[in-house]
């Protein structure tokens, strides 16, 4: 079955009677399904034919010499109802329309085969009658035209034979375009003419080499560890360089840095920014006096109410005292020195305000981000695949990222093991390695989100401490048991002294003289001391026993926990050096900082102190300490210098004596008046002072509340990109790492069944060797070179997009690479959830795969001389084979030349072709010269046709045709056709040769068309 395409097979008990009207025929096609098996498949004839578009049918009809005329006129009535019908279905042409611009041209030829010498005297009227060419297969069997004859015998090698003859009239040969109806260029036979056939053909059961081929290239090429796609062992695509393996894991540093830096450095911490000091007042002199003798005016005038309140105040707590103590049931109220003036109340009004700041900062630390802060961009996706893709296939311009070209050549990795391991593989950790609140599992969200091997190194260091802790708990108990053993040891004196008339005979026992005085102990049983030492030494080796099982419980878990570190270790030893490891490494310490930073400024509002208003009675406490005094000193002295001043001069002393009195009152007042301006400035000094702590305090918490609203929201942005992100690598990783899907049926050899004992010998099959594998190796590597271009894995993911587009039914506006870039964490459109839902549809994987096969096959065809065929092995059914030696008594090699195996048997030589055998036509004939009036017609493909060189006058024809490397056979055809040829020539006919059986003469016949009795005698 596999050199035969498909046709309708009709069988003479599948026609009906058609009666009521048009006859049924069932119609049997024969083929190979996908699992190679030989399926026969029943079709009504006319339905099969109204659901194909043909241009040209055609009806071949088989007869079979019998020697029964009523079997004749049984085959003419069922062949002619099947030929009227199928003529009847065909599409009507116009009136005008010429046979070149029919629709759907139908072709009718009889095909007459019978075996050597077969004979029917006078049985011409039905081979006279048939419309359209009538062939006559010559019946003479052999493997080469130069040959000699094998006859044709009744036997299973005659069906072979005749199903020879029926495929190469009905062009039913797969992979040639032409049959005998194109080589026989009549329409109709001469009268009482019939065309002479014999026909060879050589085939080449590829079993579908080049698909087999191709269909392993791209297994190859899917694997991630293949050595097809490995720096060591194959070139990189034209345009690009592999990256040495000493540089690689500096172009993936370069890279995770490019990654963290796309759209602006969206993936990255934007850590808040620290605003400087709010700038204190600006001031010029004029306005500065003002505002401080205004200040002085105010806190001076305002010395006496105050000295006053102190005073009442003073006075009202003394009474109070005196009447109630201070523990009485009432208490004097006055004028209290803690009452503010405008001014403090102003500062205590700011005071307040920081209060409100300080809560107004961690309600906005404690805030949510909302969903405005988690934004980001289709262009961070875009340049996120273009980044992946571009630095395994070079498919994007990345030499702003890290990968500038080496002498015009892009840069890529050559194994995509060192971008992107497969995110199948989690960690899966043992439950008894680690704590009981560790992930069940390791992936790639969890390594974005935080770091489990430092949750496992603080959990081992935990149960570290815990252990080392109990082991000093443990020395010390046992120390301290020892101790208390030692005290119990020693002999305790009893309070009690034994009487001294006591004799060591009064005090001995029935053991003997030799047994030594018991100590002197009360007589009621153990002294005190001794229940407390042994109580004590209880109670702690009871402690002991905790503490020594803590101790074995905690060594328990710190090696538990630190086997669990390894066996992450020993994981991550074989991601961690690829880009996914340490981009995702630096995403989880990118969010971990912004949660850190959220913290510590909350906790930086916990640590702000606010500023105390008793602050501002200290400061005018203090100014009146120092203002209240100089001034009651200073009007002491000034009273006695005026008092003495007044009594001179009611006295009339000297003028001079005078001037002395006023100098003491001059300098008191200039004392004064200076103590009381350093004092005004001290206290306005520390007003301005307690003034601008409250600024600054306001200024900090409003910066702080704002940054550690900033840093939840970048911490809350950064989990959902973060996440979105593993999102998107897992489907770049799984869509390179199974960019498609190969079917077993593509890889697997067609195993066709050759029944070489039922085949004619002219019918020439081989098989392709499997053991020769360079030709094989130069093959798949013509196709690598065509497979690996610059953007093939970009191309794979884009056309998995696209064929998933159209099995959801989506259209390409709707669902592409640009709506997987757009799918935004804060406005999804789902199509990466539709992607990942279908990533794994092997259907849709496959028909990624196949236009790529067909295009490896078809660069495999395009360049046919780079390709070297591998050579094949005849099918042969030899008996001599068993003793055939060579001449050095070795096994003779049967294997051949794929071409040379086309061409041997059918035009390895160039003189005239041998004629027909004398067993085909009559010996009344052979005079006549038909068996040499013979046509050769070679239908080769184009790559053999070129190797042939016939002279002009040499009656060959050779038609050729594109050489088709994806099919399963190829073969080359030989027709070698005389004719139009007398009836009366062919030796079926001739009534003039001996019957080999003469006991069949004796048969009688009917005689349907009205002659006089015939005797048929057949074989």
């Excluded at 003419?193 to 090429?221: D, P």
């Excluded at 390409?812 to 959830?833: C, I, V």
Aim: aromatic fraction near 6%.
């Amino acid at each position: 079955m596999g050199l035969l395409g498909p046709a309708l097979w009709v069988l003479p008990e599948r026609v009906g009677d058609g009666v009521a009207g048009p006859p049924r025929i069932t119609a049997v096609v024969l083929g190979i399904d996908v699992d190679l098996e030989v399926r026969r498949v029943e079709v009504d004839l006319f339905e099969a034919l109204a659901r194909e578009v043909l241009t040209v049918v055609r009806l071949v009809k088989l007869r079979s010499a019998a020697p029964s005329r009523e079997m004749d006129a049984l085959q003419d009535a069922i062949a002619e109802r099947v030929r009227e019908y199928v003529r009847k279905s065909m599409p009507m042409p116009n009136p005008g329309t010429t046979v070149l611009d029919q629709t759907a041209e139908l072709k009718h030829a009889t095909l007459i085969c019978a075996p050597t010498e077969f004979q029917l005297q006078q049985r011409v009227d039905w081979a006279s009658s048939e419309f359209g060419v009538v062939v006559v297969a010559s019946p003479e069997d052999r493997s080469s035209p130069w040959s000699g004859d094998a006859f044709v015998r009744d036997d299973d090698r005659f069906v072979g034979f005749t199903l020879l003859h029926v495929v190469s009239v009905a062009g039913l040969w797969r992979g040639l375009p032409t049959g005998s109806f194109e080589l026989v260029r009549r329409e109709e036979s001469g009268h009482r003419s019939v065309w002479l056939s014999r026909v060879f053909i050589n085939a080449v059961l590829a079993g579908a080499l080049s698909r087999r081929a191709a269909a392993q290239v791209l297994t190859e090429a899917a694997r991630s560890d293949s050595a097809l796609v490995d720096p060591g062992f194959s070139a990189p695509p034209v345009g690009t360089v592999f990256i040495q393996d000493g540089q690689v894991s500096g172009y993936i540093d370069e890279m995770v840095q490019g990654a963290m830096s796309l759209d602006g450095g969206a993936l990255e911490f934007n850590e808040p920014a620290v605003t400087a000091e709010p700038a204190r007042d600006r001031s010029n002199a004029g306005t500065e006096s003002v505002r401080f003798v205004s200040f002085s005016a105010d806190k001076l005038a305002r010395v006496p109410v105050w000295t006053w309140r102190w005073l009442t105040s003073a006075a009202y707590r003394r009474v109070t005292k005196a009447l109630h103590s201070d523990e009485g049931s009432t208490e004097l109220v006055g004028y209290e020195s803690h009452v503010f003036d405008t001014r403090e109340l102003e500062l205590i009004a700011d005071a307040e305000r920081i209060v409100m700041d300080e809560q107004r900062a961690r309600a906005e630390a404690g805030a949510p981000a909302s969903v405005s802060h988690i934004k980001s961009t289709p262009r961070l996706w875009a340049r996120l695949r273009e980044l992946v893709f571009g630095s395994l296939d070079g498919s994007a311009d990345l030499s702003d990222l890290g990968f500038a070209p080496i002498e015009d050549a892009v840069p890529i990795f050559g194994r995509v093991s060192d971008v992107l391991a497969l995110p199948e593989h989690p960690w899966l950790p043992p439950r008894s390695l680690v704590p009981h609140d560790f992930p069940e599992r390791v992936d790639w969200y969890v390594l974005a989100l935080e770091d489990p091997r430092e949750r496992l190194v603080d959990a081992a260091a935990d149960a570290s401490a815990a252990r080392d802790a109990a082991q000093r708990e443990v020395t010390t108990l046992q120390q301290d048991v020892e101790r208390l053993k030692a005290e119990l040891s020693t002999p305790i004196a009893s309070p009690v002294e034994a009487p001294p008339s006591a004799t060591p005979a009064a005090a001995g026992t029935e053991s003997g003289p030799a047994a030594p005085p018991p100590p002197p102990a009360p007589p009621a049983g153990d002294a005190p001391e001794t229940l407390a030492l042994k109580t004590s030494i209880a109670r702690v080796e009871t402690k002991l026993g905790e503490a020594t099982a803590e101790f074995a419980r905690f060594s328990i878990e710190a090696e538990r926990f630190e086997g669990g570190v390894n066996a992450f270790d020993e994981w991550a030893s074989t991601q961690d050096r690829t880009f996914v490891w340490r981009l995702l490494t630096r995403l989880g310490g990118e969010r971990r900082a912004a949660e850190q930073k959220s913290a510590e400024f909350s906790e930086q509002i916990d640590s702000l102190t606010i500023p105390e208003p008793g602050e501002l009675i200290r400061l005018r406490s203090r100014f009146h300490r120092v203002v209240v005094p100089t001034w009651l000193i200073g009007a002491v002295v000034a009273g006695l210098s005026v008092y003495e001043l007044v009594r001179r001069a009611i006295r009339g002393d000297d003028i001079a004596s005078e001037i002395e009195l006023w100098t003491i009152l001059g300098a008191t007042v200039g004392v004064v008046v200076i103590i009381s301006v350093i004092a005004l400035i001290a206290y306005h000094r520390g007003w301005s002072r307690f003034q601008r702590r409250i600024n600054l305090e306001r200024h900090r918490l409003a910066q702080l509340g704002t940054n550690s609203r900033t840093a939840r929201q970048e911490a809350s942005r950064l989990a959902s990109l973060h996440r979105q992100t593993v999102d998107w690598l897992v489907l770049l990783s799984r869509a390179i790492h199974r960019p498609w899907h190969v079917p077993e049926q593509w890889t697997a050899k067609d195993d066709l069944e050759v029944a070489r004992s039922r085949m004619p010998f002219a019918v020439q099959v081989a098989t392709v060797v499997d053991d020769d594998h360079a030709s094989a190796t130069r093959l798949r590597g013509v196709m690598t070179e065509h497979l690996f271009v610059r953007g093939w894995r970009h191309d794979a993911f884009t056309s998995l997009v696209r064929e998933i587009a159209i099995d959801r039914g989506m259209l390409s506006s709707s669902f592409g690479p640009h709506t997987l870039d757009e799918d935004l964490p804060h406005a999804s459109n789902h199509s990466r959830r539709m992607l990942l839902a279908a990533i794994d549809d092997e259907h849709v994987l496959t028909r990624v795969a196949g236009p790529r096969l067909e295009e490896l096959m078809k660069a495999a065809h395009r360049d046919e001389g780079q390709v070297t065929r591998p050579r094949v092995q005849p099918v042969v059914d030899d008996p001599l084979h068993v003793i055939a030696r060579g001449p050095n008594g070795e096994p003779i090699a049967t294997d051949r030349a794929w071409d040379d195996f086309l061409l041997g048997s059918l035009a390895g030589r160039t003189d005239p072709m041998t004629p027909l055998s004398a067993t085909v036509l009559t010996e009344i004939e052979l005079g006549e010269r038909h068996h040499e009036r013979v046509q050769s017609h070679l239908v080769l493909p184009e790559r053999l046709a070129a190797k042939l060189a016939y002279s002009k006058d040499t009656p060959v024809q050779v038609v050729s045709f594109p050489d088709d490397s994806t099919g399963v056979v190829d073969l080359s055809w030989r027709v070698d056709i005389a004719g139009p040829v007398p009836i009366r020539a062919i030796h079926l006919w001739d009534r003039t040769s001996r019957p080999r059986n003469p006991e069949s003469s004796a048969v009688p016949t009917t005689n349907t068309s009205g002659d006089a009795e015939e005797i048929d005698t057949g074989i």
